[in-house]
């Protein structure tokens, strides 16, 4: 039988990311640009050890019991601080512990998306956003970018021009740091620019910062958040990128009515994040883990970057072009109109043995097909440039 004749209305809008089905080749002979997945080395795997030991020795029966939705009180306090760290005044009620930054997404849409509600992006965005809104049916309008990040001066030709029709947008998602796909980070007065834009049209913003954490060029601007009066921004962060993303362990912080909605959302879709992986999060803040880890995956990210762009510089055709990002783990590129990179990623994997992110996927618009998403954070530097090698050949033969 055929179970999906049963499928509900808005299985329709789950489709399969490609980020996730390129993960498939990460370990055959193909070198991967595909997945924003961090260098298995920079795990603390010893620390962590010695942590989750300790946990269990220590406070065992807590940390394999249930927990509170919101997550363990001493977790969420010890987030409030180190946010706190970034400029974002919070207390633990203004924090809400999720499965991964992901899980905020899925829950944000839930709590804030009915069919129709105008949902501005960055274009590109992070696939894994357009996934979870989707579902909910917005319309979701994407606002071209340049190299300071979003266009606020076009988001502001579209809003009025949303306003003249007598619609209204409601959200707006950005990653103003490091940005996925692009790797553009937005300044400040971009992003006071983009507050003030907000207040004025009274848009509520959605921050995603999983990776500002590894800004290559001196001190990152502040997140929107910690430059937020009103608390008309959510801000999500993980620490997938700087710790393990198997933990599952991402984290919201906004108003306390919004994580105590999002926290019964929440019930019905994870019940809660995992509490093994809370206490050990906890622990690794406590003794300073967490910030040890910055400045070696700065260092890691940094080289790999720089190997990316060198390579790129040196193969890659005229009429190729890509970002130069201050940190993060991605380059974005952009070929010829003409090269369909969504078409020559077979030819990419089974013949060039590389793999990459069609940048098709990243847009909201159906545009983007002649780009792609490049990840410089797996693979090691000679396959970096081993890789870019043979992305250059693909590129200069489908170019002609
Ligand atoms: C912008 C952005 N948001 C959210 C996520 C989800 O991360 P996680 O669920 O591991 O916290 C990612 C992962 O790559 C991402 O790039």
Redesign the pocket.
């Known amino acids: 039988m055929d179970a999906s004749r049963f499928f509900a209305r808005r299985a329709a809008y789950l489709r399969a990311s490609q980020v996730r089905e390129l993960l498939k080749w990460i370990g055959r002979d193909v070198i991967s640009f595909g997945g924003?997945v961090p260098d298995p080395a920079s795990f603390p795997i010893d620390e962590l050890r010695r942590i989750i030991d300790e946990v269990l020795e220590a406070r065992g029966s807590a940390a394999l019991q249930y927990a509170p939705t919101e997550g363990i009180d001493e977790l969420r306090e010890e987030l409030a601080r180190f946010v706190g760290r970034r400029g974002i005044r919070a207390g633990p009620e203004n924090v809400l512990v999720t499965s991964?930054?992901?899980?905020a997404?899925e829950l944000l849409a839930r709590v804030f998306v009915d069919p129709g509600d105008v949902v501005v992006t960055e274009n590109p965005t992070?696939l894994?956003?357009i996934q979870a809104f989707s579902v909910y049916e917005p319309s979701l309008v994407g606002v071209p970018m340049d190299e300071g990040g979003v266009r606020v001066d076009l988001l502001e030709e579209r809003l009025r021009k949303l306003a003249s029709s007598g619609a209204r947008a409601k959200l707006c998602y950005v990653?103003p740091t490091c940005q996925?796909p692009t790797g553009r980070t937005a300044g400040l007065e971009r992003r006071k620019a983009l507050l003030e834009l907000a207040e004025e049209h009274d848009l509520l913003i959605i921050e995603?910062d999983?990776y500002s954490y590894f800004y290559f060029e001196g001190p990152e601007p502040p997140p929107l958040k910690a430059l937020d009066k009103e608390g008309r921004v959510i801000y999500v962060s993980?620490i997938?990128k700087v710790l393990a993303?198997g933990l599952r362990i991402?984290w919201v912080v906004a108003e306390e009515e919004v994580v105590e909605k999002l926290a019964i959302a929440k019930q019905g879709v994870t019940l809660q994040s995992p509490t093994l992986g809370m206490h050990v999060l906890l622990e690794a803040l406590r003794r300073g883990l967490v910030d040890r880890q910055l400045p070696r995956l700065r260092q890691i990210y940094r080289v790999r970057r720089d190997a990316m762009l060198s390579a790129l510089e040196e193969h890659m055709p005229s009429g190729v072009s890509w970002t130069r990002p201050c940190g993060g783990m991605f380059v974005w590129l952009e070929a010829p109109p003409r090269v369909d990179m969504d078409a020559l990623l077979p030819v990419a994997l089974s013949v060039h043995k590389v793999a990459y992110v069609p940048g098709s996927g990243f847009h909201v618009d159906g545009g983007g097909r002649n780009t792609a998403r490049l990840s410089f954070s797996y693979p090691p530097l000679e396959k970096i440039r081993e890789g870019v090698a043979r992305l250059a050949k693909l590129i200069a033969e489908a170019a002609g």
């Open positions: 924003g991964g930054s992901q899980e997404l992070y894994g956003a990653i996925n995603d999983p993980t997938s993303p991402g």
